[in-house]
């Protein structure tokens, strides 16, 4: 029931209250007052710990997915990879040449039984060592026989690998080679010959030691084997 005035006429403010719009809403009805309703339905819609997590899962589970096609369309069918024999004489586990050290220095005095007579360092320009700094070492036993060994630093086994395939292209182009085995493929190389008319290299093992190249090499096959059985890298 509607209380009137004794003069008839309602209060101005009565009548807003009355028939006057109701107060705006707020654009979100979950907002506490104050909040903007663009930030409250951002957090309402945010991913919980446990969703973010099986997202996480599911991203990998696809990239592994596709590296696996990937590698899979991207091999060829008849790929083989070739049988390496076994390098001799243990020569791909023997320690690795120290790299704070010059080559120079670290040439031993003797090996087994044989003693180092000569020991220079030069800039080779001739095959299969064009543009290398080289050590060349020479050794002989009680009786004479000579050893000759040749170490590079190459920096990395890629390019110890190309000195081995440049050295076996010389072998072939200069000399009969009679006996042959190698392994070049990857990281552990090497190559080992029998060249009887090859003079001092008739008979030699080359490898790499990691970034290094040596070679070992006599006119004697059991001199050459026996010094290499004994050679420390």
């Not at 028939?19 to 979100?28: A, I, N, R, T, Y």
């Not at 991913?47 to 589970?61: H, K, N, S």
């Not at 069918?77 to 791909?92: F, K, M, R």
Request: aromatic share 12%.
């Amino acid at each position: 029931m509607d209380i009137v005035p004794s003069n008839g006429h309602r209060k101005e403010s009565d009548v807003q209250a009355a028939e006057g719009p109701p107060d705006p809403e707020l654009g979100s009805l979950i907002a506490p007052q104050g909040y903007s309703s663009d930030l409250v339905d951002e957090v309402a819609t945010m991913e919980t710990p446990a969703q973010q997590r099986w997202a996480a899962i599911r991203f990998l589970l696809v990239m592994v997915a596709l590296i696996v096609i990937g590698f899979w369309f991207c091999t060829p069918a008849n790929l083989v990879i070739p049988e390496l024999p076994t390098a001799p004489y243990g020569i791909h586990d023997r320690p690795a040449v120290p790299r704070d050290k010059f080559l120079e220095h670290i040439m031993p005095a003797t090996v087994g039984e044989f003693n180092l007579v000569s020991l220079k360092k030069e800039q080779l320009f001739g095959d299969p060592f064009v543009g290398a700094v080289a050590v060349q070492a020479t050794y002989v036993d009680d009786l004479g026989n000579p050893v000759n060994v040749v170490m590079i630093e190459a920096d990395s086994y890629i390019n110890a690998r190309r000195y081995l395939e440049n050295y076996k292209k010389m072998l072939y182009e200069r000399t009969e080679v009679t006996e042959w085995q190698e392994r070049l493929y990857i990281e552990d190389n090497f190559i080992q010959w029998a060249a009887p008319t090859f003079a001092d290299r008739a008979y030699g093992l080359a490898w790499n030691n990691e970034r290094h190249f040596i070679a070992v090499t006599a006119p004697i096959s059991s001199t050459q084997q026996a010094f290499t059985a004994e050679f420390p890298y």
